[in-house]
């Protein structure tokens, strides 16, 4: 089916208590395992383009296949943005067809944050794409941080809804104790932070760096309006062990498939995997509309029969 944008799919979640997995993918291997997973455990998808993937595979490439591989599946897929860096590049994918975008200005001070945040909200509620915006920073594991820097860049529950008052973005990354890029999962999060920015924003929030979260402290986070959980590195990790056991296993084989065919499968099972504990799996029903929860409770109480 054509493209979503992430603005339903985001609040329905916030409603439901669970969230959407928004995968990074940077080849067709890791677009095709993403959107197959997520059809065959019937959830809706965002397949999202970091700025790596942009310089590796160029933003038309990076779009174009997952707009391919979406038309080939009957669930809701959305193409966003990760981390946006400026103005302009968020303005260039709206002209590409991305149906959510983000900008991060949290390295800006705060009135620049806004000021930016602000403008690509306008333009692009115009044509009715959502925007995500972030607020403290979710930093990353390479940069060696230390546990009193992730406590300094979190996210402030005042600030925050002052932030999303000035901007009126449409979902808010927040900086609750994860970081990007880590290799376990170790991290446990600020939940009562959370729970404070959930209140005052009342609008869904996304966990970046998830891939070194205990899975516990996700859920925690999912029951407290975290509604888009970011995975990458995980996907990563499980494309590089493809790749190794494939070389170890096969020595001598020189067509690059068959090690891209083991990694394929291996980022579609880890797909799968979070897919699962996000609580996104089955939402979406054969015809590709959402499952109604209250619907099939009722059903269940009358003792099997639908209304
Ligand atoms: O924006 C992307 C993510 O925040 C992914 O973080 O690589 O730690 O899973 P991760
Ligand atoms: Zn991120």
């Known amino acids: ?160 809804a002052e932030f999303i008052r000035l901007t009126g973005a449409d979902s808010l990354a927040v900086a609750i104790g994860s970081v990007h890029a880590m290799q376990a999962r170790e991290a446990s999060l600020d939940i009562d932070r959370l729970k404070a920015i959930r209140d005052k924003v009342g609008i869904p929030l996304v966990l970046h760096g998830s891939s070194g979260v205990k899975h516990e402290s996700i859920l925690e986070a999912i029951e407290n309006g975290i509604s888009k959980v970011n995975v990458a590195t995980y996907l990563n990790q499980a494309f590089v062990r493809g790749l190794k056991e494939g070389i170890e296993k096969m020595p001598n084989e020189v067509d690059p498939r068959k090690f891209l065919a083991i990694s394929r499968e291996y980022v579609k099972e880890a797909v799968r995997e979070k897919i699962r504990l996000f609580g996104s799996a089955g939402r979406i029903d054969s015809s590709g509309g959402f499952v109604s929860p209250r619907k099939t409770f009722t059903g269940v109480k009358l003792g099997g029969t639908e209304e």
């Open 1 to 160: 089916m054509p493209l979503v944008t992430s603005k339903e799919l985001l609040q329905r979640a916030f409603e439901e208590h669970y969230a959407i997995g928004a995968f990074n993918a940077n080849n067709m291997e890791q677009v095709q395992a993403i959107i197959e997973a997520a059809q065959e455990e019937r959830a809706p998808v965002i397949l999202q383009v970091s700025q790596g993937a942009i310089r590796y595979a160029g933003l038309e490439m990076a779009a174009g296949m997952v707009k391919i591989v979406a038309s080939m599946v009957d669930i809701p897929v959305v193409l966003h943005l990760d981390h946006g860096t400026s103005f302009e590049q968020n303005i260039k994918c709206l002209r590409i067809g991305f149906t959510s975008l983000m900008f991060d200005g949290s390295k800006l001070p705060f009135e620049e944050n806004v000021a930016i945040t602000k403008k690509v909200c306008d333009i692009a509620h115009i044509v009715g794409i959502p925007v995500e915006a972030e607020l403290g920073r979710v930093l990353k594991a390479s940069d060696g941080v230390t546990p009193e820097e992730v406590k300094a860049a979190m996210t402030d529950p005042d600030q925050a």
